[in-house]
């Protein structure tokens, strides 16, 4: 039983991962995308938070996505005042999307899901010899 509680958790975990992984491909896919009316707010950068819970079925604590949030962060602004959503003076909102961070935050959850990846396969290749010994 404790083989299928690791392959749980390891699913779990890939789960929430993959999550991040999405959030951040959007995040990125994002990154330049302004309002369209003057003065109008431009994509704001979403976040991911993690939360661990218990699993009576398993009796062991899992990683999920607690919620996927926004970042209240300023948004920069840039002089383009032929642009349409330039305000009075000129100025466009960008998304308070950093690429350099999008990058890193993509690398770790990469990072996460290829380390459970590797516990689910070492436990399906355990599960494999068990059988294989039974025969």
């Given at each position: ?18 999550t991040?992984l999405r959030?951040?491909a959007?995040?990125?896919a994002?990154?330049d995308?302004?309002g369209?009316s003057?003065?109008a707010d ?7 938070s993690?939360a661990s ?6 009796g ?7 919620q ?7 948004f920069p602004?840039r002089?383009?005042p ?8 000129g100025?466009?909102?960008?998304p ?11 690398r770790?959850a990469n990072?996460g ?8 396969e ?5 599960l494999?010899?068990a059988?294989?010994t039974l025969?």
């Open positions: 039983m404790d083989l299928d509680r690791a392959l749980s958790i390891s699913a779990a975990g890939m789960a929430a991962q993959s991040r959030v951040v959007e995040n990125i994002n990154r995308s302004t369209q003057p003065g431009p994509y704001r950068r979403k976040t991911v993690f819970r218990l699993d009576r079925n398993l062991a604590e899992t990683l999920r996505v607690s996927i949030g926004r970042d209240q962060r300023d602004e002089f383009e032929g642009h349409p959503a330039a305000d009075a003076r100025y466009v909102k960008t308070n999307v950093d690429s350099l961070v999008e990058n890193m935050d993509m770790e990072r899901y290829s380390a459970n990846l590797a516990v689910l070492t436990t399906r290749g355990m494999m010899r059988i294989e025969r």
